[in-house]
């Protein structure tokens, strides 16, 4: 068969033919012919960012301070130090709850509003300064990521809406206190003598008990013993603890979405983890301290429970129908251990957060199982969160070792009465305070640095993840170590 070869054209040679005179020519390329291609810039925290978001809080403390310190709002016959009301005035902005004297005894009601708005202001703002600040130094590929650190679940046409953000955080908060402070308003009237009186404590226990902070306007510093036979107020209370602990990405998403399955996985994470949390801080406070005669020992079994429900619904802040200095060590160990777990990511709540907790406690299921894969209700979770959120535990744990052998040094306490101060000053969660009045200038010192750090640092940890961007370029051979 008479095979027919292909013609080649004439004007291309063959490749591997060079004929004499070839030259390569290179040009310029014109200004028409390039496309300039911006590369993402990697933001670092610098010194302006720290600045601004230290200077608010140091700015409202002073004013705090200052409004505090000043005589009109004092009740009669009473002074207050400088440090005293600088003490007070960072607690409420941090939505702490730490007070070295009585607030119903030593300011007036001027003083007691003036309380009650740094509570509100500093409440609200954190949130919405950590997501204006977040989304003002980073780029939409980075404000995503941070998205997710602060739990900020809003769906992804609000990324870019900060006002409409904004908005609906300050009426949901109005909302839910408004309605908080309607209930209250029901048994504050038959509780107290004038119905001025009523409203007043009503609408300050509303506030405070949503943001988180546990200040005592009853005179004493008893916190809610007094309301230990009364259903009406100990719910309300709660429950308003509850949400506040919860946050606005929570129940954002709980009010838009409107059904469990179409809930994010972090929504879900974060009511699962919660409920569970409440249920063995309910069960495990009733059996250990219903033998206890300064705690539950004595009152119905119904009582007994409904008690131990509100200090575990307290855990993360909030006044409390028990001293916290009467439990057992059994369950000092066991609230603090709920305290250090905290809130939601983006509420007003302190400690490690709900999120961190699971990833970590998921983690090591997964280790256990032989996975290599964190899974949460269908979704994989990526490393570098579990990463993240074993960073923030490991701080959390640090600070408050630390505090707890320094504090043991001024505090004429046990040392589970210490390192339950230390807990809850860091964690955000108040306490009485009879425990703070009894500290020196130095140990009530330690407890505002605790305060400082359990407010920021974890936000400080997420402003630094959020700007970092990974440059694993190049790879190390493994390696083995030896674990156990």
């Known amino acids: 068969m008479e095979r027919r070869l292909r013609p080649r054209h004439p004007s291309r040679p063959p490749a591997h033919v060079r004929r004499p005179g070839d030259r390569t020519i290179r040009r ?7 496309i300039s291609l911006r590369m993402p810039r990697r933001y670092r925290v610098t010194v302006p960012i720290l600045v601004v978001l230290w200077f608010g809080t140091a700015l409202l403390t002073l004013l705090g301070t200052l409004l505090l310190r000043w005589p009109a709002t004092w009740q009669g016959g009473q002074a207050v130090s400088w440090w005293e009301a600088a003490f007070v005035a960072l607690s409420a902005i941090c939505t702490a ?8 005894t030593t300011w007036n009601r001027i003083g007691q509003l003036v309380l009650v708005l740094l509570v509100e202001v500093g409440g609200v703002s954190y949130v919405a300064t950590a997501t204006v600040l977040l989304a003002g130094i980073m780029r939409r590929t980075i404000v995503y990521e941070a998205h997710h650190v602060l739990g900020m679940r809003l769906g992804e046409e609000q990324l870019g809406e900060l006002w409409p953000l904004l908005r609906r955080l300050l009426l949901a908060t109005l909302a839910i206190q408004f309605v908080g402070f309607g209930m209250l308003l029901v048994p504050s009237l038959s509780l107290h003598g004038t119905i001025a009186e009523a409203l007043w404590w009503s609408l300050a226990t509303a506030v405070t008990a949503f943001h988180n902070a546990g200040f005592d306007f009853e005179p004493g510093l008893g916190g809610f013993t007094g309301y230990q036979r009364y259903p009406l107020v100990i719910i309300p209370v709660g429950l308003l603890v509850s949400l506040g ?8 998403d709980i009010v838009t979405r409107r059904s ?5 996985p972090d929504t879900r994470l974060v009511l699962t983890t919660m409920l569970a949390l409440l249920a063995i801080g ?23 429970v409904l008690d131990s429900l509100a200090v575990a619904l307290s855990r993360t802040g909030g006044p409390r129908v028990i001293e916290t200095r009467m439990l057992g060590e059994e369950t000092t160990f066991l609230f603090g251990a709920l305290t250090f777990i905290g809130g939601a990511s983006g509420s007003v709540a302190g400690g490690v957060k709900v999120q961190a907790f699971c990833l970590l406690l998921l983690a090591i299921l997964a280790t256990i199982r032989g996975s290599r894969s ?23 744990l640090l600070v408050m070792f630390l505090g707890t052998v320094i504090l043991a040094a001024w505090a004429p306490y046990q040392l589970t009465t210490v390192w339950l101060l230390v807990v809850q000053a860091f964690a955000l969660a108040g306490s009485e305070g009879q425990l703070v009045a009894n ?14 750090l359990g407010r920021f640092g974890p936000l400080l940890l997420a402003v630094v993840f959020a700007t ?13 170590v030896r674990l156990g």
């Open 28 to 34: 310029e390329a014109w200004t028409s012919e390039t």
């Open 245 to 252: 602990a919860t946050g606005f990405p929570v129940l954002s």
């Open 282 to 304: 309910t069960m495990g406070i009733w059996l250990l301290e219903r033998s206890n005669p300064a705690t539950l020992a004595g009152l119905p079994w119904y009582q007994q």
């Open 374 to 396: 964190v899974v949460v209700f269908g979704r994989e979770v990526p490393d570098w969160q579990i990463f993240r959120a074993l960073a923030t535990a490991v701080f959390a």
């Open 439 to 452: 500290l020196d200038v130095g140990g009530q010192s330690l407890l505002a640095a605790l305060i400082v």
């Open 468 to 480: 970092r961007v990974p440059r694993e370029i190049v790879h190390y051979a493994q390696e083995s």
């Open 260 to 264: 469990w399955r179409r809930l994010y």
């Open 97 to 104: 709850g730490f007070a070295p004297v009585d607030v119903a």
